[in-house]
Nanobody, 114 residues
Framework: VQLQASGGGLVQAGGSLRLSCAAS????????MGWFRQASGQQRELVAT???????NVPGSVRGRFTISRDNAKNTVYLQMDNLRPEDTAVYYC?????????WGQGTQVTVSS
C-alpha cells in the first residue's frame, strides 16, 4: 500500500488549504483513514480520522475549522482546513489502516504565516 499526499503549502493566517491523500496498492479495504501532524520539535498529533462508514474523530484543537472526508471508491481522504492559524504549521501525514496494519504517507508541509 502506498499513500500519496498533496495540497500543502504556504498560506496566511485565516486562509484555507485542502489536503488530499490517495492510497494505492493491492488488497485495499481501508478501515480507517486520517491525518496526523508534527510540528518542529513536537510529537506527532492527531488531526482527524474517518472510518469507512464516515464516522469522524476530530480533536478540539481543530474542530470547527478542519473537515475530514473520504471517497471510498477512490481510496482517497481529504482534509479541508479553514481559518488556519500559525500554530497549525506542521508536516501533515496521512494514514490508512488496512486490516491491522498502518501505512503512512510521506508528509506534506503546511506553513501558516501571521
Amino acid at each position: 500500500v502506498q499513500l500519496q499526499a498533496s495540497g500543502g503549502g504556504l498560506v496566511q493566517a485565516g486562509g484555507s488549504l485542502r489536503l488530499s491523500c490517495a492510497a494505492s496498492g493491492s488488497g485495499l479495504n481501508s478501515n480507517l483513514m486520517g491525518w496526523f501532524r508534527q510540528a518542529s520539535g513536537q510529537q506527532r498529533e492527531l488531526v482527524a480520522t474517518i472510518t469507512s462508514g464516515g464516522n469522524t474523530n476530530v480533536p478540539g484543537s481543530v474542530r470547527g475549522r478542519f473537515t475530514i472526508s473520504r471517497d471510498n471508491a477512490k481510496n482517497t481522504v481529504y482534509l479541508q482546513m479553514d481559518n488556519l492559524r500559525p500554530e497549525d504549521t506542521a508536516v501533515y501525514y496521512c494514514l490508512t489502516v488496512v486490516g491491522n496494519r498502518e501505512y503512512w504517507g510521506q508528509g506534506t508541509q503546511v506553513t501558516v504565516s501571521s
